[in-house]
């Protein structure tokens, strides 16, 4: 086949347009299913036409699991988690059409992981010379420049993790005044309160996700734990509580 030969898209059939496709391992992609793929998702070209087929299904049922979805908590302020707690569910997402946007929607006990990750980027000021062209300060002065990242590490077929700013446009921190709020050499940007809003989002974000993992990983140990016969204050019988602690014969609560 010719390289302007036209190409059809394995999943829908359509024709695909100048610039619009989107090579799969064995097949071709059109641009409008691809934008229904996860946007976590980046194995595309590695992924096979049957592959794209099922997560496009999944897609498709997630949206059941949008549409049931209660936030109880949200945390963050442009891309957010959104907590359902009630039913032990969460998204990242900066969407607020939320059925619209159908983000992918996880377990609590998916979640294998949680940590912040600062990046800091460093650009030399510089002043006209005396023939006009931009030249160094003597010593170098520089403005620093931080975004703070969110990486929650999941199990999950199509993606192992969601990374995530949490600072809409980069803290700036500039020095060219002289005013080094560390060493001579770097700033502390510990100094800058908006630096210490976003650091304090992404630990609490952290935390509550971490939390909610061990929650349900004890959850999930108390239930497979062998459970031990007692005997019940109420009717006297030998009984093995079920999961509310009650008694099998009486439903009395029982203390064992």
Request: some cysteine; charged content about 30%; hydrophobic content about 30%.
């Amino acid at each position: 086949m010719g390289l302007f030969d036209k190409k059809y898209c394995d999943i829908c059939g359509e024709k695909i347009g100048l610039l619009g496709n989107r090579k799969l391992e064995d097949g071709n992609l059109c641009k409008n299913c691809a934008k229904q793929l996860s946007p976590w998702f980046s194995d595309r070209r590695g992924s096979t036409v049957e592959e794209i087929k099922q997560q496009l299904a999944d897609r498709e049922a997630n949206r059941e699991k949008v549409a049931a979805f209660r936030i109880t908590r949200t945390l963050g302020e442009n891309t957010r988690v959104l907590l359902d707690e009630d039913a032990g569910r969460f998204m990242v997402t900066s969407a607020r059409r939320l059925e619209e946007a159908n983000p992918d929607v996880l377990d609590f006990a998916d979640v294998t992981g949680c940590r912040m990750d600062v990046n800091e980027s460093r650009t030399e000021l510089k002043h006209p010379g005396p023939d006009g062209k931009q030249v160094s300060y003597n010593p170098p002065r520089y403005e620093y420049s931080y975004d703070i990242d969110v990486i929650i590490s999941v199990n999950n077929p199509y993606f192992n993790e969601m990374r995530f700013r949490l600072n809409p446009s980069s803290i700036q921190i500039d020095t060219s005044s002289g005013r080094v709020f560390g060493s001579a050499n770097r700033p502390d940007p510990e100094r800058s309160m908006e630096y210490r809003n976003y650091c304090r989002m992404a630990e609490e974000i952290i935390q509550a996700l971490t939390q909610v993992r061990e929650q349900v990983r004890e959850t999930a140990a108390a239930a497979a734990a062998p459970k031990t016969a007692v005997t019940c204050p109420y009717c006297g019988a030998t009984t093995t509580p079920d999961a509310s602690g009650c008694c099998e014969f009486c439903g009395g609560a029982v203390n064992g």
